[in-house]
Nanobody, 131 residues
Framework: QVQLVESGGGLVQAGGSLRLSCAAS????????????MAWFRQPPGKEREFVAA????????NYADSVKGRFTISRDNPKNTMYLQISSLKPEDTAVYYC????????????????????WGQGTQVTVSS
């Protein structure tokens, strides 16, 4: 069973930066995350979990929520089975628990922003932005 572990969260002042990591383990022997769409979601306090960014397996195409475009960058290192989210120009409204997610291997999806396509989720890492 695939396990995802996020790290890199913390308390940061507005305007600051963080790099979140998502390490995958438990993949079938010989496989990496190279065949999986992956994404970051976040859940602000008292709100629903929302899409942040996604990266496709077939062409590494990226997709961002409008609220983070130009400030967040998603990337992946397949041999290391790790996905990243570089977040900069942080705002207090970016405060949330950030979750990484992994979709089933070698599938094609029309919209990577859809929560239901992701079969594996991490436990989350807290990002708190002070004003």
């Amino acid at each position: 069973q695939v396990q995802l572990v996020e790290s890199g969260g913390g308390l940061v002042q507005a305007g600051g930066s963080l790099r979140l990591s998502c390490a995958a383990s438990g993949l079938a022997s010989g496989l990496t995350i190279s065949g999986n769409d992956m994404a970051w979601f976040r859940q602000p306090p008292g709100k629903e979990r929302e899409f942040v960014a996604a990266i496709g397996w077939s062409d590494s195409h990226t997709n961002y929520a409008d609220s983070v475009k130009g400030r967040f960058t998603i990337s992946r290192d397949n041999p290391k089975n790790t996905m990243y989210l570089q977040i900069s120009s942080l705002k207090p409204e970016d405060t949330a628990v950030y979750y990484c997610a992994l979709a089933p291997r070698l599938r094609y999806y029309n919209d990577l922003r859809t929560r239901s396509i992701y079969a594996s989720w991490g436990q989350g890492t807290q990002v708190t932005v002070s004003s």
